[in-house]
């Protein structure tokens, strides 16, 4: 799907430059991730044939995109699946918003997406009276502070613990002796507001790291455990994916995640992989 590029913030890059704590919160953040990252990509002596097998396997999807696109459509709908195609923003959103209003929700859970964000996703729902829930700590965060997002992987990279538990005793109408900035209680906090969220939302919208065009296989990497909840426990799923994701084959995967994790964010093995 030919989708618009993100809108640039020029106003946030300019407060980011004049604003000490949030240079250091930035600095501290980028440099673990990339210290983290060579130390894991330095563990496996084969890696860079490892990309070059990548590199290899997206490029035959590219050269053949039109017939594995097509192969995708015929699989997923084999699976019980419906397969809508947008030819850009407008029409994607469209399409989302149909569904949700179809269904009657005046709510949505969402698994954090580039490609929604790009289209303008929220705000589109928001026009027709649907609130869309980022489930997604960081994009929690982020919609709660009423931010943009700072980073591809890591979007409130910017902010600290003690930012984010100020954002919480605010969005959440707590008193300050009910919540520490240990990450482990800002993660409990966030975690129940979510909880029943999951439980109660009918219709989720997640984005995709891959389609399998052999199998009709939409796959979700993520580190948290609410794409899981995103992915099973709602009635209604909507997948957003740029056509560019396909892949062919199932074994495609056996070098594609071995590079994700170590690539993105640092990890072996990342936690959950839903298929």
Request: aromatic share 4%.
């Amino acid at each position: 799907m030919p989708f618009t590029d993100p809108k640039p913030y020029p106003e946030a890059a300019r407060v980011a430059r004049s604003d000490p704590q949030l240079r250091r919160n930035l600095g501290k953040a980028t440099t673990a991730i990339r210290e983290k990252r060579l130390r894991v990509v330095a563990e496996l002596p084969d890696w860079q044939a490892l990309r070059d097998a990548g590199a290899a396997i997206k490029t035959d999807a590219m050269n053949r995109l039109p017939e594995l696109l097509e192969q995708l459509e015929v699989s997923v709908t084999s699976a019980g699946g419906q397969v809508h195609w947008a030819r850009d923003a407008r029409e994607a959103n469209q399409i989302v918003s149909s569904i949700v209003l179809g269904h009657h929700a005046n709510e949505v859970i969402k698994i954090k997406s580039i490609t929604t964000d790009e289209i303008g996703l929220n705000d589109a729902l928001r026009a027709h009276g649907v609130t869309a829930i980022e489930t997604d700590l960081a994009e929690l965060i982020v919609q709660l502070a009423h931010d943009h997002p700072s980073h591809i992987l890591v979007p409130a990279i910017h902010k600290n613990r003690a930012e984010i538990r100020e954002l919480f005793l605010k969005s959440f109408n707590l008193d300050a002796s009910e919540l520490s900035d240990e990450p482990r209680a800002l993660a409990e906090v966030a975690r129940r507001y979510l909880r029943e969220k999951f439980l109660t939302v009918p219709i989720a919208i997640s984005g995709a790291n891959f389609a399998i065009a052999q199998t009709g296989t939409v796959g979700v990497v993520e580190s948290e455990g609410n794409g899981r909840m995103c992915l099973t426990l709602p009635k209604v799923l909507v997948s957003i994916m740029g056509i560019e994701k396909v892949l062919p084959s199932l074994r495609d995967l056996e070098v594609i995640l071995q590079l994700l994790p170590r690539s993105s964010t640092a990890e072996r093995m990342n936690p959950y992989t839903s298929l």
